[in-house]
């Protein structure tokens, strides 16, 4: 598979991409391109939807509100993302940027605010999480950006819970042991993985989870871990374990 080219800057769009075919770009893509990296017709630049690979580009209109690109060849095909799904509580917006950005280069595949009882911030604008996700996909030479989903209780979510979707339970009061052996059973199958508010799931809500059958709890080590952080752990803990850091 082709290496990425980091020397070339990167564009996520939301059309087909196809050979010699044109893609208008709106206005704030058009200022990035002009103003902020300063580029100018018949430069070159790679692009990329999540569906139809990395293509490389040139520019072919460039003006203050508008530019347009000619798709010359693919560069990468499409790659097959994993399927990882991130339920975790609002936490503070500039940290919740944060969040989208490291969900995305961790490799997560959607992004579900989940609230809770002790969920602070339930005010969330998914359109920023989403550019957050989306800047973060182009600057890592990925090919896919996770899908960011409106807030929903966590009771909604646990009662319409799809059966072949497995639940990892970050549970700061697991066994540091706990649940790594039960994970090698995830490999290969749908996950998701549970962070909670920094507050901590209330003890109902903690109990209902270790009740469930598709629920597997780990720990993420002995101490308290910010959402933030716990998140980054989480995902390596995963992607190292039953992930895609792993071959074969």
Same mark, same amino acid.
């Given at each position: 598979?082709?290496?990425?080219?980091?020397?070339?800057?990167?564009?996520?769009?939301?059309?087909?991409?196809?050979?010699? =075919?044109?893609?208008?770009?709106? &206005?704030?893509?058009?200022?990035?391109?002009?103003?902020? %990296?300063?580029? =100018?017709?018949?430069? $070159?630049? /790679?692009?990329?939807?999540?569906? +139809?690979?990395?293509?490389? =580009?040139?520019?072919?209109?460039?003006?203050?509100?508008?530019?347009?690109?000619?798709?010359?060849?693919?560069?990468?095909?499409?790659?097959?993302? @994993?399927?990882?799904?991130?339920?975790? *509580?609002?936490?503070?917006?500039?940290?919740? &940027?944060?969040? *989208?950005?490291?969900?995305?280069?961790?490799?997560?595949?959607? /992004?579900?605010?989940?609230?809770?009882?002790?969920?602070?911030?339930?005010?969330?604008?998914?359109?920023?999480?989403?550019?957050?996700?989306?800047?973060?996909?182009?600057?890592?030479?990925?090919?896919? %950006?996770?899908?960011?989903?409106?807030?929903?209780?966590? +009771?909604?979510?646990?009662?319409?819970?799809?059966?072949?979707?497995?639940?990892?339970?970050?549970?700061?009061?697991?066994?540091?042991? #706990?649940?790594?052996?039960?994970?090698?059973? /995830?490999?290969?199958?749908?996950?998701?993985?549970?962070?909670?508010?920094? @507050?901590?799931? +209330?003890? $109902?809500?903690? $109990?209902?989870?270790?009740?469930?059958?598709?629920?597997?709890?780990?720990?993420?080590?002995?101490?308290?871990?910010?959402?933030?952080?716990?998140?980054?752990?989480?995902?390596?803990?995963?992607?190292? #374990?039953?992930?895609?850091?792993? #071959?074969?």
């Amino acid at each position: 598979m082709p290496r990425p080219n980091q020397s070339v800057q990167r564009l996520y769009c939301e059309a087909e991409l196809t050979e010699q =075919a044109v893609v208008s770009l709106g &206005d704030n893509q058009a200022h990035y391109l002009r103003s902020v %990296v300063r580029m =100018a017709i018949g430069d $070159a630049v /790679l692009v990329f939807n999540g569906r +139809d690979g990395e293509w490389l =580009a040139e520019i072919t209109e460039l003006g203050k509100k508008r530019a347009a690109l000619v798709l010359q060849n693919q560069t990468r095909p499409q790659d097959e993302a @994993g399927d990882i799904m991130l339920l975790l *509580a609002p936490i503070k917006r500039d940290r919740l &940027d944060y969040l *989208a950005q490291k969900a995305t280069e961790m490799g997560a595949s959607h /992004l579900l605010p989940v609230i809770t009882k002790r969920t602070q911030n339930s005010k969330l604008n998914i359109e920023r999480l989403q550019a957050n996700a989306i800047e973060a996909a182009e600057q890592c030479n990925l090919l896919h %950006v996770p899908q960011i989903e409106a807030p929903r209780r966590l +009771d909604q979510i646990l009662a319409d819970w799809p059966s072949d979707r497995s639940i990892i339970f970050c549970d700061e009061h697991a066994d540091l042991e #706990q649940g790594l052996s039960d994970l090698q059973h /995830l490999k290969g199958q749908k996950i998701a993985i549970l962070i909670g508010p920094e @507050g901590g799931f +209330d003890e $109902a809500e903690r $109990a209902g989870l270790l009740a469930r059958k598709d629920t597997v709890a780990v720990s993420l080590g002995p101490r308290i871990l910010r959402a933030d952080t716990a998140l980054v752990a989480a995902l390596a803990l995963v992607q190292s #374990q039953i992930g895609d850091w792993r #071959q074969g």
